[in-house]
């Protein structure tokens, strides 16, 4: 069973911890997000440098030095924060199981088209 943290993430949270499993740049981020879901989630650049703040003090996020441009920051998922995400998806897979357990019960259609 998964560690239970307590902490339920937002959605954008969820997608920035996600997106930064590889080291990438506050617009590189945005963009990463916006592929993921399809242009579902677009997160502005207040939010995105807000969350990303948290995520430091945290310690979910660490910045990413690099030698080709010191000016550019850019940010990596912490072990810390790999686990949170972890539980979070533990937590929303429970969700879905939940959902589709209780909805089978009335034989609600259950076939979803993601874009």
């Given amino acids: 069973m998964q560690e239970n943290t307590g902490i339920v993430l937002t959605e954008a949270v969820y997608y920035i911890l996600l997106s930064l499993t590889t080291p990438l740049h506050g617009y590189g981020i945005m963009q990463k997000i916006e592929d993921m879901t399809h242009g579902r989630l677009i997160v502005s650049a207040g939010t995105l440098y807000g969350a990303i703040n948290t995520l430091l003090e945290r310690g979910w996020i660490k910045q990413h030095v690099t ?4 000016r550019r920051k ?3 998922i912490t072990d810390e924060g790999k686990k949170v995400l972890k539980a979070e998806l533990a937590r929303l897979r429970q969700l879905v199981e939940h959902g589709e357990a209780t909805l089978a019960k009335f ?5 979803i088209t993601l874009v």
């Fill in 67 to 70: 030698a080709e441009d010191s």
């Fill in 74 to 76: 850019e940010y990596v």
């Fill in 107 to 111: 034989n609600f259609n259950l076939s």
